[in-house]
């Protein structure tokens, strides 16, 4: 099943690849704007018998520090 809930942030070729790998259950969120609808997705994901793949459209807002102190040095 692929929600088709995605924008230009993310790459086509990120679907392609899940679904070249048989990956039924693909999901593209927002996690800004979806946050409880992120966090039920997990928890129904990891109580599923089935691979799940769970694409942000933004980057964690837990490592968004660390990714930021890490493009300056780049």
């Known amino acids: 099943r692929l929600v088709s809930d995605w924008s230009s942030d993310v790459c086509s ?6 679904r070249a790998m048989g990956v039924r259950n693909v999901h ?3 996690p800004l704007t979806n ?3 992120l966090a039920e997705l997990v928890r ?3 109580a599923k018998q ?3 793949v769970i694409i942000a ?15 300056r040095c780049i």
């Open 35 to 37: 946050r409880h609808e």
């Open 50 to 52: 089935e691979l799940t």
């Open 28 to 30: 593209v969120i927002d």
């Open 57 to 71: 459209r933004r980057n964690c807002l837990l490592a968004a520090a660390d990714i930021k102190a890490y493009e």
């Open 13 to 18: 070729s990120d679907l392609d690849v899940a």
């Open 44 to 46: 129904s994901s990891l």
